[in-house]
């Protein structure tokens, strides 16, 4: 088993707990953190004795999303380069279209406010637990991008077109009860009461036997509707709005601010 600096990871058979570690940075993912969630979901989906995984974040937040700083010095680094935007997207795309495939079921518990990036990899996730106090919302358009990553596709599975319009285009935080009025999130329950919560869910799919639950999974995935064409056009629009839009600009701005 690896070490691993941008997440904390708990091994106790059937589950596998996963906690986004970088709490000084609202557990802002970076590069690291990406590649080290990739990691840990390579090397456990090849271990039947694990059936369950759950992800959570350390510290008051789930995850603010994707870490600005490091998306603004990669577009400095890379002058705008079609490649880098490209490759970053195929990149991200990849990732969690590999939550898809896992026979595992994958549980986000979420313990705080849930940003971008961070509210994709929970849609991703098989059932979402949310705690009372949290929020969620899509900054993206505020910082002159949009909801990349498949994300816009399976955020219209979930709560529809009107809404996740309103979602997407309007940058506003829900609450706990928005988010399981819309459909977002599966359960609310008090931040003292999450990790039982989640651990009543896991105890009640472990219940009955797990291939039939295994394959529901494979089953209603494959039943919903995964607009795959659409990701073959998200890296081109995404270089178009880093090439010629106004996301060097908001970003700047957004870490600008950050830093006061």
Same mark, same amino acid.
């Given at each position: ?25 609202a ?12 990691? $840990?979901?390579? @090397? ?25 700083? @490091?998306?603004?010095?990669? $577009? ?11 490759e970053d ?15 595992q079921?994958?549980?986000?518990? $979420?313990?705080?406010?849930m ?7 929970a849609?991703?996730?098989d059932?979402?637990?949310m ?11 505020e ?10 596709p ?8 009107a809404?996740?319009? @309103? ?7 829900i ?6 009025k ?9 931040l003292?009461d999450l ?10 799919l ?21 607009f ?10 995404q270089?178009q709005?880093?090439?010629?839009? @106004? ?9 600008s601010?950050?830093?006061?």
């Amino acid at each position: 088993m690896k070490d691993y600096q941008t997440i904390s990871v708990e091994w106790s058979k059937p589950v596998l707990k996963v906690a986004f570690n970088r709490p000084e940075k609202a557990n802002a993912m970076n590069k690291q953190m990406n590649e080290e969630l990739d990691s $840990i979901i390579t @090397e456990v989906r090849k271990d039947t004795d694990y059936k369950f995984i759950v992800f959570t974040g350390n510290g008051k937040a789930f995850s603010a999303g994707a870490d600005m700083n @490091e998306v603004l010095q990669g $577009i400095e680094n890379n002058s705008f380069s079609r490649s880098f935007i490209r490759e970053d997207q195929l990149s991200r795309q990849e990732f969690l279209r590999k939550f898809d495939s896992l026979d595992q079921i994958t549980i986000a518990a $979420i313990n705080g406010p849930m940003y971008g990036a961070g509210l994709a990899l929970a849609m991703v996730c098989d059932f979402r637990i949310m705690a009372d106090h949290a929020t969620a919302c899509l900054p993206e358009v505020e910082r002159g991008l949009f909801f990349s990553g498949g994300g816009t596709p399976r955020l219209v599975n979930l709560i529809g077109p009107a809404k996740a319009k @309103e979602f997407i285009m309007l940058c506003d935080a829900i609450d706990a009860t928005e988010a399981l009025k819309i459909g977002l999130v599966n359960k609310v329950v008090p931040l003292q009461d999450l990790a039982a919560a989640t651990e009543e869910l896991i105890g009640k799919l472990n219940r009955s036997p797990f291939s039939p639950i295994r394959l529901t999974k494979k089953i209603v995935n494959a039943a919903t509707p995964r607009f795959e064409n659409l990701l073959f056009y998200e890296p081109e629009l995404q270089e178009q709005m880093m090439l010629y839009g @106004e996301a060097r600009e908001e970003i700047n701005k957004f870490v600008s601010s950050k830093k006061k």
